[in-house]
């Protein structure tokens, strides 16, 4: 399995611009979240989504952020505009389930590589 | 070495010695831990788990400690070598959909 797929690595980009980031989850989990992580605030949940839905964006820090799940296998993370405090390591992460029951993870999630964005 | 609390937020040990890292949990409704390593570059990866119905699970040279009278959780590595220099954090699982991860202990490990 290629693990959690996330593109692009790297992006700069000019305050005011719009920004995408894009995951590709590992293939049969039906969660997926995302995640921001900076030396300040360390690893911060944005959203998450469970089969394509968004479940829990209170995460989310104003309207200019944004994401979607069209589907299975892809989901986006947009910011417009783009500002200097946006800077920082953005990962998607997803999880096979779950438990319905305990309301706890029974499988830990599983990390992509992260997309380091710079707004300048 | 022992790390105590967040309060030391780097740990360094020589390498062959056993390294403990610690870290203390907020919420008591949290019933499921996990412990990851993030290398440079890179995300965090899945280390060990424990449930809150356990006090001590162990891996392949890791073992997690789960006190839950005082919200504390460990994690050992025997036997540290170089390869093991990273951030490592711990997370709880306060609700669903929420795993809520601790600022971090950096391990630096001296050959």
């Known amino acids: 399995d290629a693990g959690v797929i996330q593109s692009p690595r790297h992006e700069v980009t000019e305050m005011g611009q719009e920004v995408t980031l894009r995951c590709k989850p590992i293939s049969g989990h039906d969660y997926l979240f995302w995640y921001r992580q900076t030396m300040m605030r360390g690893l911060e949940l944005l959203i998450y989504?469970?089969?394509?839905?968004?479940?829990?964006d209170s995460g989310m820090p104003e309207d200019r952020f944004s994401a979607k799940m069209p589907n299975a296998s892809f989901s986006t993370l947009k910011i417009q505009p783009s500002e200097p405090r946006d800077s920082a390591v953005y990962f998607c992460a997803s999880s096979l389930r779950l438990d319905r029951f305990l309301g706890s993870y029974n499988s830990p999630l599983h990390f992509g590589n992260g997309t380091r964005l710079t707004v300048t | 070495g022992e790390n105590v609390g967040l309060h030391l937020p780097t740990l360094s040990v020589q390498e062959g010695d056993n390294s403990i890292i610690n870290c203390a949990y907020s919420?008591?409704?949290?019933?499921?831990f996990i412990w990851y390593k993030q290398e440079s570059g890179k995300g965090p990866q899945f280390i060990i788990d424990i449930r809150s119905n356990m006090d001590k699970r162990q891996g392949q040279r890791v073992t997690v400690l789960l006190n839950k009278t005082v919200k504390h959780l460990s994690l050992q590595i025997a036997a540290t070598q170089p390869g093991d220099s990273a951030v490592y954090f711990c997370?709880?699982?306060?609700?669903?959909?929420?795993?809520?991860f601790g600022q971090g202990t950096t391990l630096q490990v001296k050959p």
């Open positions: 919420n008591s409704a949290s019933d499921y």
């Open positions: 997370a709880e699982n306060p609700e669903a959909g929420k795993l809520i």
């Open positions: 989504f469970n089969n394509n839905v968004p479940i829990d």
